[in-house]
């Protein structure tokens, strides 16, 4: 009997894939990354780096988890990664395919820090009137 599942491998390919369509200029080694680091945000409800090294699975099971955590914290801090150029490229994306006729729609993405220990990261969705936030 086979089951079907979406493994983290699979969606992270295709995010991979969808980054690569909103988003022509990014480069290999973050389009080889982002998808991970998104899935495993997601599965560990928290944006900390170790709780993300923790949920990572597949190629990252065989490294030390501390390299990992080096590895993302580097990326994180690259000053050659233009985040906001990626939220745009999917924010345009999105709107274009999804915006219901004769509705205003506006995205918001906000993140702060607290201390060094964590970060506070908001998507928010408004059409028209109504308001949805999603905080991780």
């Known amino acids: 009997m086979n089951k079907v599942y979406n493994t983290q491998k699979k969606i992270a390919n295709d995010l991979a894939n969808f980054f690569k369509k909103v988003h022509p200029t990014i480069t290999k080694p973050h389009l080889k990354l982002i998808p991970y680091?998104?899935?495993?945000?997601?599965?560990?409800?928290?944006?900390?780096?170790?709780?993300?090294?923790?949920?990572?699975?597949?190629?990252?099971?065989?490294?030390?988890?501390?390299?990992?955590?080096?590895?993302?914290?580097?990326?994180?801090?690259?000053?050659?990664?233009?985040?906001y150029s990626l939220y745009n490229s999917i924010i345009s994306e999105t709107i274009l395919k999804y915006k219901p006729k004769e509705k205003e729609i506006y995205v918001t993405l906000d993140h702060m820090y607290c201390g060094d220990k964590f970060t506070i990261l908001l998507f928010s969705l408004k059409i028209d009137k109504e308001r949805n936030p999603f905080m991780v």
């Open 37 to 83: 680091i998104i899935t495993a945000m997601i599965e560990a409800e928290s944006v900390v780096t170790i709780d993300i090294v923790k949920k990572l699975k597949d190629d990252f099971c065989l490294v030390n988890p501390f390299s990992t955590v080096r590895r993302l914290e580097r990326f994180f801090n690259n000053p050659k990664f233009d985040v």
